[in-house]
């Protein structure tokens, strides 16, 4: 079955510390990855895909087939980073999309 | 950025009535619109696919008859949940793409209330 796992809820850290939101998936075929981030009363937005290889605001996500991983990273967290992230995985070429349950990063000063 | 129009944004309704929620894009012709649900503090599900011009797919477990949806034209969805109930209060979201393989736009989403 195709599932996308965000295993922590709720991650706080320090400003200028690292910060790492942990992702896992499950899909039998190549799956296309990709992170959304949410902002206190915004609207979800892509934060990036896995395809595109690119940093966006400082957060890259690498595509760890091993381990089924894409986990989000980024070197040092700033306190405009607090949102809610999901990850998502999209099979095939339906647009569908499959979310994680998402994980609050919380910065602090 | 490509802008969806997701209308209203908060709803109040009795039980028994229907409740229609639109969802717009702005500045490009989407071909394929998504309807999720989203539970306080859970994942986005998604219940069905909307093509233009053509009936939505469901997802498994999604009525059909309870959640009506219309793909009239390119730059308009619309999911209406009949004869609401409690248990349909949600939070509902949809999200546009224009083609195969483009990015997908979310809407800002509708909180549905139902009492």
């Known amino acids: 079955a195709q599932r996308v796992t965000q295993p922590e809820k709720l991650l706080s850290v320090f400003k200028g510390a690292p910060v790492e939101l942990k992702c896992n998936y499950s899909y039998s075929g190549s799956p296309e990855l990709f992170w959304y981030v949410q902002y206190s009363r915004q609207r979800l937005q892509l934060l990036l895909r896995?395809?595109s290889r690119e940093s966006i605001k400082g957060f890259t996500a690498d595509l760890n087939k091993g381990e089924t991983s894409f986990h989000l990273k980024k070197p040092f967290a700033q306190e405009e980073d607090s949102a809610m992230y999901y990850c998502?995985?999209?099979?095939?070429?339906?647009?569908?999309?499959?979310f994680g349950q998402g994980t609050t990063l919380q910065v602090k000063p | 950025g490509a802008v969806v129009s997701q209308h209203p944004s908060r709803v109040i309704c009795k039980s028994g009535t229907s409740v229609k929620i639109e969802c717009r894009s702005l500045?490009?012709?989407?071909?394929?619109m998504f309807w999720y649900r989203q539970f306080p503090k859970q994942s986005l599900m998604l219940m069905a696919t909307s093509n233009e011009g053509s009936k939505a797919t469901y997802e498994q477990g999604v009525e059909k008859d309870k959640f009506l949806i219309n793909h009239a034209s390119l730059t308009l969805s619309t999911l209406t949940v009949t004869s609401a109930h409690p248990e349909d209060s949600s939070f509902y979201i949809c999200s546009a793409r224009k083609g195969p393989n483009e990015k997908l736009f979310f809407g800002s989403g509708t909180q549905l209330s139902v009492l």
């Open positions: 500045d490009f012709q989407a071909t394929t």
């Open positions: 896995h395809i």
């Open positions: 998502a995985l999209s099979s095939g070429n339906t647009g569908k999309l499959i």
